[in-house]
Antibody
Framework: EVQLVQSGAEVKKPGESLKISCQGSGYSFANYWIAWVRQMPGKGLEWMGIIYPGDSDTRYSPSFRGQVTISADKSISTAYLQWSSLKASDTAMYYC????????????WGKGTTVTVSS | QSALTQPASVSGSPGQSITISCAGSSSDVGGYNYVSWYQQHPGKAPKLMISDVSNRPSGVSNRFSGSKSGNTASLTISGLQAEDEADYYCSSYTSGNTLEVFGGGTKLTVL
């Protein structure tokens, strides 16, 4: 079964760093893009960026470039989303999703990681 | 502000058909056949319902169909069922300064 397993919920304080993960299984992880999608409480989906684990080619939405870092370790089939200094406005659900190369749709989604940033 | 424009809400009675629109531009919806649709139930992850404008993934009911005309894509759900009540999002490839964009989402209420 193809699946993406995301790390557990996080509660952090403003200014702290954080790295959440997304582990793929049941397919060749290196050969599919992994996208990250933010959903703030009660709001819609926002495309943050994407990485190709095979060569770590990474693209960011301008809204998120410089705010987060997307990375991947293909040896352990895991993609990451990290912050160096969290803000309260980073409070959201974060989903990872698999994207087929050269096709712009996300066919497999993780269950999401809730990040809460509060003093 | 979302790059793609969807109605905030639509509603229909069981058995009826509804259509959700997704308006973009020639830089995204109108320029490429890379429109996809996602269904999201409360507290759940999104689920792919339509890819490449009109392709239905395996396992998705044939009551769901997609189309495109000019810069506007549409998702039609026929024979509405209570389980279809959810939020629906369109997405498209874009030649703009981001690779992909979502619509703002549409809440479907089955009356």
């Amino acid at each position: 079964e193809v699946q993406l397993v995301q790390s557990g919920a996080e509660v952090k304080k403003p200014g702290e760093s954080l790295k959440i993960s997304c582990q793929g299984s049941g397919y060749s992880f290196a050969n599919y893009w992994i996208a990250w999608v933010r959903q703030m409480p009660g709001k819609g989906l926002e495309w943050m960026g994407i990485i190709y684990p095979g060569d770590s080619d990474t693209r960011y939405s301008p809204s998120f470039r410089g705010q987060v870092t997307i990375s991947a370790d293909k040896s352990i089939s895991t993609a990451y989303l990290q912050w160096s200094s969290l803000k309260a406005s980073d409070t959201a659900m974060y989903y990872c999703a698999r994207q087929v190369p050269a096709r712009y749709y996300m066919d497999v989604w993780g269950k999401g990681t809730t990040v809460t940033v509060s003093s | 502000q979302s790059a793609l424009t969807q109605p905030a809400s639509v509603s229909g009675s069981p058995g009826q058909s509804i259509t959700i629109s997704c308006a973009g531009s020639s830089s995204d919806v109108g320029g490429y056949n890379y429109v996809s649709w996602y269904q999201q139930h409360p507290g759940k992850a999104p689920k792919l319902m339509i890819s490449d404008v009109s392709n239905r993934p395996s396992g998705v009911s044939n009551r769901f169909s997609g189309s495109k005309s000019g810069n506007t894509a549409s998702l039609t759900i026929s024979g509405l069922q209570a389980e279809d009540e959810a939020d629906y999002y369109c997405s498209s490839y874009t030649s703009g300064n981001t690779l992909e964009v979502f619509g703002g989402g549409t809440k479907l209420t089955v009356l």
